[in-house]
């Protein structure tokens, strides 16, 4: 029972006028992003509504990150956008409850951990254009609500929206260093909206990107053919769009960790995602995933627990309901002014700071994700090769720390102490440390150093052993660790070593 209880943190201590508050604040931001990505991908508003309450809802209660806010994400709608064009908004319900079986799995299989292996300078690459993109989105809302896509805002109307803008940027920065007592957000939103509402002034408003009244979202099975040929269209979108959803989630999550420092549950976290995308590709809505703009605003409003997300998904639900009159004249500039400093406090402004005491390999690799993120606009791709270049001069550098110490014992037997580990990028240098026509009748090659890590470096003892017994000479290992022993005893049937049995001796891998 008290794994159920721990769901909804009963016994966290929880400010629950900070969380209430941080919720309607969140759930003000969250419209007119999931209103635009909808429109965006050619779907009905609607449809990015109900993403934004079903990932919500769900999220919030089964999510492995209290303070976190999930809904419907850019980040995912927009790798869905071909198959939208191509074959119908039913193939894109089908795909995102398929994508939310491939994040179930993920969770189940407990696979969410493997997101620790992404290093810092991709992280800090990640968010730092991720905060270019949250800002340049807020640009384009100073277009002309009439001109065509490119018509820009001129005279009486720019000026109208630069200074809401303003307004409500020096609102959120101010007023948190006068009291705490309320989030900064929120009263800008409302104190812009009061200003418009009493003055008369004419403004760009939420109404002007589309109608948020409607329905509560009902239960669809997609109307499409059930067949291995639908499954072959819908798979590779459903993948892809599990993976971004993935990554930016678990991503947001130690955003969060480090920001409050605690720890989230990724596998929770993934499984929960999941769910989500299963109960909105039966509901009408278009999938979702983490949104770290929404978090970072929920998380800087003070909120800490469940209750900030629970009440922004319903307050998203009233409005669908009955609110969509009023927030339909919520002001533009109010929500581009409170995402724009969530942009600026978003972008990892320490990253200058360090980067002259960086590696030049990092230097790169920050710059590269961030001008990834900004261009492509896909943030999985963008850290995939933030953590492909990291690794491959992680395995550059480890190669080149292998080193043999030689030895001749008084029985005339000669060791070979290996330092460093064994892997496919060492295994040449690790070759040529021998002198094989010179070595004595009898070489132990002692790992207590050193670690065998992949078939490669297998593939490496079996060809060193094989040049020894050419020549006539025995060669053996010593001081192996248990995992090595598993690896070599699994390849028995295709190499030929002898080890050194001695089962008394703890290396310092299997002290670990």
């Known amino acids: 029972m008290k794994k159920y209880l721990n769901l909804f943190d009963f016994r966290q201590k929880v400010n629950y006028r900070t969380e209430v508050f941080a919720g309607l604040t969140v759930a003000m931001t969250m419209i007119p992003e999931s209103l635009s990505f909808a429109i965006l991908a050619g779907l009905t508003p609607l449809t990015g509504l109900y993403a934004a309450f079903i990932m919500g809802i769900v999220t919030a209660i089964f999510g492995g990150r209290p303070g976190m806010v999930s809904g419907g994400a850019g980040a995912t709608v927009v790798v869905?956008?071909?198959?939208?064009?191509?074959?119908?908004?039913?193939?894109?319900?089908?795909?995102?409850?398929?994508?939310?079986?491939?994040?179930?799995?993920?969770?189940?299989?407990?696979?969410?951990?493997?997101?620790?292996?992404?290093?810092?300078?991709v992280m800090f690459g990640f968010l730092n254009g991720l905060a270019v993109i949250i800002f340049m989105?807020?640009?384009?809302?100073?277009?002309?609500?009439?001109?065509?896509?490119?018509?820009?805002?001129?005279?009486?109307?720019?000026?109208?929206?630069?200074?809401?803008?303003?307004?409500?940027?020096?609102?959120?920065?101010?007023?948190?260093?006068?009291?705490?007592?309320?989030?900064?957000?929120?009263?800008?939103?409302?104190?812009v909206f009061g200003v418009v509402y009493f003055l008369g002034i004419e403004t760009k408003k939420v109404v002007d990107i589309a109608s948020v009244s409607g329905s509560l979202p009902s239960f669809h099975?997609?109307?499409?053919?059930?067949?291995?040929?639908?499954?072959?269209?819908?798979?590779?979108?459903?993948?892809?769009?599990?993976?971004?959803?993935?990554?930016?989630?678990?991503?947001?999550?130690?955003?969060?960790?480090?920001i409050t420092n605690t720890r989230g549950k990724s596998n929770r976290e993934a499984a929960a995602q999941g769910v989500a995308n299963i109960a909105n590709g039966f509901f009408g809505g278009?999938?979702?995933?983490?949104?770290?703009?929404?978090?970072?605003?929920?998380?800087?409003?003070?909120?800490?627990?469940?209750?900030?997300?629970?009440?922004?998904?319903?307050?998203?639900?009233?409005?669908?309901?009955?609110?969509?009159?009023?927030?339909?004249?919520?002001?533009m500039a109010a929500l581009v002014g409170v995402m724009m400093v969530v942009a600026i406090g978003t972008f990892e402004w320490v990253s200058f700071k360090i980067l002259n005491k960086m590696p030049?390999?990092?230097?790169?690799?920050?710059?590269?994700?961030?001008?990834?993120?900004?261009?492509?606009?896909?943030?999985?791709?963008?850290?995939?090769?933030?953590?492909?270049?990291?690794?491959?001069?992680?395995?550059?550098e480890?190669?080149?720390?292998?080193?043999?110490?030689?030895?001749?014992?008084?029985?005339?037997?000669?060791?070979?102490?290996?330092?460093?580990?064994?892997?496919?990028?060492?295994?040449?240098?690790?070759?040529?440390?021998?002198?094989?026509?010179?070595?004595?009748?009898?070489?132990?090659?002692?790992?207590?150093?050193?670690k065998v890590v992949d078939m490669s470096a297998i593939d490496a003892l079996n060809k060193i052993t094989a040049r020894y017994q050419k020549q006539g000479k025995k060669l053996r290992l010593r001081h192996l660790s248990s995992d090595c022993l598993r690896l070599l005893s699994n390849a028995e049937s295709v190499i030929e070593v002898d080890i050194i049995k001695d089962p008394t001796y703890k290396v310092m891998a299997d002290r670990v």
């Open 80 to 121: 869905l956008i071909a198959l939208i064009s191509s074959h119908g908004v039913e193939y894109l319900f089908a795909a995102v409850a398929l994508a939310g079986l491939l994040q179930l799995m993920v969770g189940v299989f407990r696979f969410g951990k493997f997101v620790r292996l992404i290093p810092q300078p």
């Open 137 to 191: 989105s807020q640009v384009d809302q100073f277009k002309s609500m009439g001109g065509g896509e490119n018509s820009w805002m001129e005279g009486t109307a720019l000026y109208t929206m630069l200074g809401l803008t303003l307004l409500t940027i020096l609102i959120v920065s101010v007023l948190p260093k006068i009291t705490k007592a309320v989030p900064a957000s929120l009263v800008a939103i409302l104190v």
């Open 221 to 258: 099975i997609p109307n499409i053919p059930f067949t291995w040929e639908t499954l072959k269209i819908i798979f590779p979108y459903a993948m892809v769009m599990a993976g971004v959803g993935l990554i930016e989630s678990l991503l947001t999550l130690n955003m969060v960790d480090e």
């Open 286 to 331: 278009m999938g979702g995933c983490a949104m770290v703009a929404q978090t970072l605003v929920n998380v800087g409003s003070g909120a800490r627990a469940r209750l900030s997300a629970i009440i922004g998904a319903l307050t998203i639900l009233l409005i669908i309901l009955v609110g969509g009159p009023v927030i339909e004249q919520i002001p």
């Open 360 to 396: 030049k390999h990092d230097i790169f690799v920050l710059i590269l994700v961030a001008a990834v993120t900004v261009v492509l606009h896909n943030l999985a791709l963008a850290v995939l090769i933030g953590v492909i270049i990291s690794s491959l001069v992680f395995a550059w």
């Open 398 to 450: 480890s190669a080149k720390r292998i080193r043999a110490r030689k030895r001749v014992d008084e029985d005339g037997v000669k060791y070979y102490e290996i330092y460093g580990p064994l892997f496919f990028g060492s295994t040449t240098t690790f070759l040529e440390k021998f002198d094989v026509d010179n070595d004595p009748e009898e070489v132990v090659i002692d790992f207590k150093e050193s």
